[in-house]
C-alpha cells in the first residue's frame, strides 16, 4: 500500500437496525493484561474535543483515542483498513468506494443507552457537516477536492472526486463523527454541546471532564479491533510547564506527551523512566498580523528576522538540538526548499531595512514613521510559560530593543490566547509552534481563503501568486512538478515573512517504564495507544 500523508447535509433515513448486546469485551488476543490507568501530562487545556472544529494539538491526541477514520496508519506509517475494511479505486482515480465494517458501534450517547451501529450514513454526514459554509474547521480547504459523498448502501459510501490528487487515500483517514451527535445536523458550532462531549467509534469513551480540566477517557469494551488493554486515560492540563517534569518524578502522572528541554538531562539519568524521542513536522514562528499598518509593509517584518540571532537562541535556550529553518514546510518535508537559506543575524540590514520603510529614531530611541511609534503587542500562549520560552521571548524583545523595536510581552491563559488570536485577531505578533501531518499542504496557513474568525490565516496574510500556486499544487498529479511549485511558495512565503520563522526541534516523550508496548505516532501521538499495556504488578 501506498505510504501515508494526512494533517467531512444530505439526510437520508436510517434503516432500523438490530444490535444484539455482546457477550462480553471483545479481546485483542496478544496474550497481554487489561486494566491499570494512565495519567498524562499536557501543556494547556484543549478549546474543544471533537475532531472537527478542533485547531490545537491537545484535542487532535484526545481525538484520536475517540475517533476513527475510514482508514488508519499503522507503525510503519503504511495505510491499513479502519472504518473501512477494505476499498476500490476507479482507473481514472476519481472513485473510491469503502466498504464498512459491519461490527463497529458508536460509544453510547447517555449513560446505559444501547450502542447505535456505524453505517454509511454517518460518513456522508460527518463529509456534509464538515463542508458547510457554516462549520469553521481548518479541515475544510483540506477536502475540497470531494465532489460528492453517496451511499451506495448501509456499508458502502462512494466518494466521487473533482479531479485526481496525490495520495487521496491517505487523506480518508479523517475521523467519522456520528450521524446522530450534534445537535445542529446541519453545521457544527463551537458552542454545540457534541464539541465538549463527543462520542465515537475509538479504543476510548469520553467519561467526563473536571472541574479543573482534566479529561476522563475509559476502555470502550466494544472497540471493534479489540478493548484497549489500558481501563483509563486521563489527560490532566497544566498551566506551568516547568511543573510536567517535577509531577512526572513524584509520580503524580506517568506520562509527558512533549518534555521541556531543561528536563531532559535529569529524565535521562532517572532510571524510572523512558525518554522516547520523535521527530515531528513541526517548527516555531513569530507570526504577523498584517491588518496592522506597521506590519503591513514586509520590509517592517523581514527587518524583525535579520535582527534575531536565531542561532544562538537555540543554543542557549534548546541545548541546540535543532534546526533554523527559512519558510513555511518543516525541514524533515519533501516540500521543504533547501536552496532558500535562512536570513542571518544582521542588525544593521534590520535598521536599513526599516530606514527603506521611512522609519527613524525618535527622540526615546524607539523607531517612528508619520508620528507613530513602532511599539508593538506580542501575545503568548498560556500565562506561566516554560522557562525556555520565557527566555526566547525576552531575547526576542532585547534583539528588537537593539534596532528600536519596543516589544510588550503579554503572557496568556492558553484558551484567552487562543480567542485573541484566532477569533478577535487583537494582537500585533503571537508566538506560536505547528504541527503538520501533512507537511506539503499548507493551504489552510497562507491562503487568503483561510482569513476569518477560527480559521488558520489568523495573520490575514493574502497574496494572489501564492493562491494560485497553492490552488495549482493540490491540481497536479505530476509529484516532480508539485516539487516544483511548492519550492517556489517556499521562496516567495519565505521574502514575504508573514512569520518570522525559527527552528524545528527534536520533540521527547516521557513515560514511566510501567507502560509496555509504547509506540508513538510522530502528528496524532496515541494512535497505537490500545496495544499499550500495564503488567498486572504495577497496575494501581
Known amino acids: 500500500m501506498k505510504r501515508s500523508a494526512r494533517v467531512f447535509l444530505t439526510v437520508f433515513i436510517l434503516a432500523m437496525v438490530m444490535v444484539l448486546p455482546r457477550a462480553g469485551a471483545l479481546s485483542k488476543g496478544d496474550g497481554n493484561p487489561n486494566g491499570g490507568s494512565l495519567n498524562y501530562g499536557e501543556y494547556g487545556r484543549p478549546a474543544t474535543l471533537d475532531p472537527i472544529t478542533s485547531n490545537d494539538m491537545i484535542a487532535m491526541r484526545i481525538s484520536e483515542l475517540i475517533f476513527s477514520g475510514l482508514v488508519g496508519i499503522d507503525e510503519k506509517q503504511e495505510i491499513v483498513a479502519d472504518l473501512a475494511e477494505r476499498w476500490e479505486i476507479s482507473d481514472d482515480g476519481r472513485i473510491y468506494t469503502f466498504y464498512l465494517r459491519k461490527d463497529v458501534t458508536w460509544h453510547p450517547k447517555d449513560e446505559g443507552q444501547e450502542p447505535m451501529p456505524f453505517t454509511a450514513e454517518d460518513v456522508v454526514f460527518t463529509h456534509s457537516i464538515m463542508m458547510h459554509p457554516q462549520t469553521i474547521t481548518p479541515l475544510k480547504v483540506r477536502y475540497e477536492f470531494i465532489e460528492k459523498v453517496t451511499k451506495l448502501d448501509d456499508h458502502t459510501v462512494e466518494f466521487t472526486l473533482k479531479r ?57 469494551e466494544n472497540y471493534f479491533k479489540g478493548r484497549p488493554h489500558i481501563d483509563k486515560f486521563i489527560a490532566r492540563p497544566f498551566a506551568d510547564q516547568n511543573i510536567l517534569g517535577q509531577a512526572l518524578m513524584f509520580n503524580a502522572i506517568d506520562m509527558i ?34 491588518r496592522k499598518p506597521l506590519l503591513a509593509d514586509k520590509r517592517v517584518r523581514k527587518a524583525f528576522t535579520y535582527a534575531l540571532n536565531r542561532q544562538e537562541m537555540l543554543d542557549s535556550f534548546f541545548q541546540g538540538q535543532g534546526t533554523i ?8 518535508s519533501w516540500a521543504y526548499n533547501l536552496d532558500v537559506q535562512p536570513l542571518s543575524f544582521d542588525p544593521e540590514a534590520a535598521v536599513a531595512l526599516l530606514a527603506e520603510a521611512g522609519f527613524a529614531r525618535g527622540a526615546d530611541g524607539i523607531m517612528e514613521k508619520d508620528g507613530r511609534r513602532l511599539s508593538l503587542t506580542l501575545k503568548v500562549p498560556i500565562a506561566k510559560e516554560s522557562e525556555a520560552v520565557k527566555r526566547v521571548i525576552l531575547a526576542f524583545k532585547n534583539y528588537l530593543s537593539k534596532i528600536g523595536v519596543e516589544i510588550h510581552a503579554e503572557f496568556q491563559e492558553w484558551l484567552a490566547w487562543k480567542e485573541d488570536i484566532f477569533l478577535h485577531h487583537d494582537f500585533d505578533i503571537m508566538f506560536a509552534a505547528w504541527v503538520f501531518d501533512d507537511s506539503a ?100
Open 164 to 220: 485526481p490528487i496525490l495520495n487521496a487515500l491517505a487523506k480518508f483517514s479523517f475521523k467519522i463523527i456520528p450521524k446522530h451527535g450534534p445537535q445542529n445536523p446541519e453545521f457544527l458550532a463551537r458552542e454545540d454541546a457534541f464539541v465538549q462531549h463527543p462520542i465515537g467509534t475509538g479504543p476510548y469513551v469520553l467519561k467526563n471532564v473536571t472541574a479543573e480540566g482534566e479529561v476522563i477517557l475509559t476502555a470502550n
Open 257 to 290: 506527551v512533549l518534555v521541556n528541554h531543561r528536563d531532559i538531562p535529569q529524565l535521562q539519568g532517572d532510571k524510572r523512566f523512558v525518554l522516547q524521542p520523535y521527530n515531528a513536522l513541526s517548527y516555531s514562528f513569530f507570526g504577523f498580523n498584517v
Open 325 to 332: 529553518i527559512s519558510g513555511p514546510y518543516a525541514p524533515g
Open 441 to 540: 499542504d499548507i493551504s489552510s496557513l497562507f491562503h487568503s481563503a483561510e482569513v476569518g474568525p477560527w480559521k488558520n490565516n489568523f495573520g490575514a496574510y493574502s497574496n494572489p501568486e501564492v493562491d494560485s500556486l497553492i490552488v495549482e499544487s493540490k491540481l497536479t498529479l505530476d509529484h516532480e512538478k508539485r516539487r516544483t511549485i511548492n519550492r517556489k511558495l517556499h521562496e516567495i512565503i519565505a521574502d514575504e515573512n508573514p512569520y518570522t520563522f525559527l527552528w524545528t526541534i527534536t520533540n521527547y516523550a516521557a513515560y514511566n517504564k510501567k507502560l509496555r508496548r509504547v509506540a508513538i505516532h510522530p502528528y496524532k501521538f496515541f494512535s497505537f495507544a490500545d496495544n499499550w499495556y500495564i503488567p498486572k504488578s504495577e497496575q494501581r
